[in-house]
């Protein structure tokens, strides 16, 4: 069984780096390296990283490889030569960077995975991916049956993102919670993969076009940000549709707030003090494993899930 832990900032500022000590009291250095920045999310996520990082006694350098696993794999051997004592990675490709850090591992660079223990890692930062998304399906579940009682059939739309694992088990938690609790028939007339908010746009008109879409849920914010201007443009009213989302996005948030399309979201906290948190946690736990481990340290996300009742408060506690 992996060891789990759950991490606040008092305790991460209590703890001592026994890594940091070797270095003469010079902060342990860190590469963030995210696969790819022009999520907004993770503009958020990385700056929180930074910001917080020197409490914590580190020196945080971002370094974004724009979705291309070669220059991935790049930049975990440049940090390695650097002398970065521990190298974070958002994997662009899960088979192109497993090698690179096996090496980095070996060289003695401690590594951070937040892709789940999918390659050579120490520690790593997780959802319950599937568990998150089932409780988020079944709340969307409950909007349908309460708005369309005597509904016979439901058209749904699923925004997946089928090239990373934990956006893989996240729709199948979506799809599994809502088919679970609705009283309709549920047809699923459309399954898209769209990386980004314009992306998702562009997909979602041709999905519109083809369908008269009653449900939409996504795995990320952003993504269903872009199914709802595709929802606008073509005239569909926001009473006429309910669309769902894991990772809470400002996008989607706002749009949230507006009352317009988006009735549910699920978070995993504040993406600039939350999620930063439990990276630099993952990080911390790293620094105390030496080697390879077939036993590598989790830190999970904590969900919550917001509505109309709660959107404005959590708008004001993100900062947003």
Partial sequence: ???????????????????????????????????????????????????????????????????NAAKQ????????????????????????????????IESGVHIVSVDGPNFHCQAYVDAREHADAYELGLRTAKMVNEKWPDKKEINLCLIEFVFEQACVERAAGLMDGSNSAINAKVNVVAKISPPDAAKANVMSESVLQAYNVD???????????GFCMAAANAGIKSEDIIVTAMDITPMSANLLAEGKYIKLLGSWGSPSYDKALVHLGAIREALKVDGFTTNPVCVYYTPSYVDASNIKETIEQFGW
């Fill in 1 to 67: 069984m992996r060891k789990l832990f759950t991490l606040t900032l008092a305790m991460l500022l209590t703890m001592t780096f026994a890594r940091g000590s070797a270095h003469s009291g010079e902060p342990i250095k860190v590469a963030y390296l995210t696969k790819s920045i022009s999520n907004e999310v993770w503009q958020m996520m990385s700056q929180g990283v930074v910001d917080l990082a020197p409490q914590f006694g580190m020196a945080v350098t971002v370094m974004d490889c724009d979705n």
């Fill in 73 to 104: 794999v790049e930049q975990v051997e440049s940090c390695v030569e650097a002398g970065y004592d521990v190298i974070l990675v958002s994997p662009a490709d899960l088979n192109a960077v497993t090698e690179a850090c096996k090496k980095a």
């Fill in 215 to 225: 449900v939409c849920m996504s795995i990320a914010g952003d993504q269903a940000y």
